[in-house]
């Protein structure tokens, strides 16, 4: 069978759901370009962190794409290794931001080899995820010990331990082949299988198509998943076309930060005048974002504005 519906735009920086006809099996890619160079441009990363980074905007896309919110999806390690923490989010708008904090001796000691596994870039720690749909409703979070030697390992390890479905994950990110930042790709693809009703033979059939379709999956390499020359359809077509594959409608990402002078001001009103006087810095408050590396600066008379507010 072809691919039996095509969205409209083609190219990067987007979440493309699909369904397998045969089973009904559901899925999503995510192909993401620019969007990773936007982000990745605003600090001096070294190559293993830029790398997972990239991987983790693209899992956040993907997971947050099986669910229904407004508000904010956040993907988050939390380590005790060389990286200390890595955050992904992406607001129900398709806004998204990362950031990595890391100890650059310690990253620099692993070498310039082959990427170094979670274990031993995160050291021991865990995976939140992370909803927050706003002040007025309840924050959803599931978190998980990090186990696994890659990320999709991790992510795995979440779905077994905190949700009741199947899934499976691939990602993949590459770095610009002449360094720098311009040119970073990273692909996302995920299966998911929903919970099985009716006789031992509907289940049985259930499960053979669960398996044919994950040795289909398992047949997408690194440099497909993350290729600038191979359309997210013609990926699919090529993967699951023998079973029949239709896509919906994708979701455009795009790199966007959160932060404004308005939000820094609300917390620094927050902070005890003394607080405020400990952080000038020559007669200023100097407030960098960790996301987009944005600078912000009070002076005196701001200060002093903030205080009374």
């Not at 129900?92 to 870039?121: E, I, K, N, W």
């Not at 994950?214 to 497909?224: F, H, N, Y």
């Not at 404004?260 to 006087?277: F, G, H």
């Not at 974002?289 to 002076?299: A, D, I, Q």
Request: charged share 25%; hydrophobic share 45%.
């Amino acid at each position: 069978m072809s691919l039996e519906t095509r969205v409209e735009t083609e190219g990067d920086d987007r979440v493309l759901p699909f369904q397998i006809e045969a089973s009904a099996l559901r899925g999503r890619v995510v192909r993401m370009g620019p969007l990773l160079d936007e982000v990745l441009r605003h600090h001096a990363y070294p190559k293993p962190v830029a790398e997972r980074l990239a991987e983790m905007l693209a899992l956040a896309a993907l997971l947050s794409g099986a669910l229904k919110f407004e508000g904010v999806f956040t993907l988050q390690i939390k380590g005790d290794g060389p990286v200390k923490l890595m955050v992904a989010d992406v607001t129900s708008a398709g806004h998204m931001r990362g950031y990595a904090q890391f100890d650059a001796a310690a990253v620099a000691a692993l070498g310039t080899g082959p990427a170094p596994s979670v274990p031993r870039l995160f050291g021991a720690g865990y995976l939140a995820l992370t909803v927050d749909q706003g002040a007025h409703t309840e924050r959803y979070q599931g978190i998980v010990e990090l186990t696994g030697a890659t990320l999709a390992e991790c992510v795995h390890g979440y779905f077994r331990q905190s949700e009741q479905l199947e899934a499976a994950v691939m990602v993949a990110a590459r770095a610009p082949a002449g360094g720098g930042n311009r040119g970073w790709r990273a692909g996302a693809l995920m299966l998911q299988r929903l919970p099985t009703e009716g006789t031992e033979l509907v289940r049985d059939d259930a499960d053979e198509a669960w398996r044919h379709a994950l040795i289909l999956m398992s047949s997408c390499s690194p440099a497909e998943l993350t290729s600038a020359d191979l359309p997210a359809e013609d990926l699919l077509f090529r993967l699951f076309h023998e079973d029949g594959v239709r896509v919906f409608r994708d979701h455009a990402l795009e790199a966007r930060c959160r932060c404004s002078r308005e939000r820094v001001e609300r917390v620094l009103e927050a902070l005890p005048q003394q607080d405020l006087e400990e952080m000038k810095v020559e007669g200023e408050v100097v407030v960098t974002c960790e996301f987009c590396s944005r600078v912000y600066r009070f002076g005196d008379s701001e200060i002093a504005a903030l205080a009374k507010s």
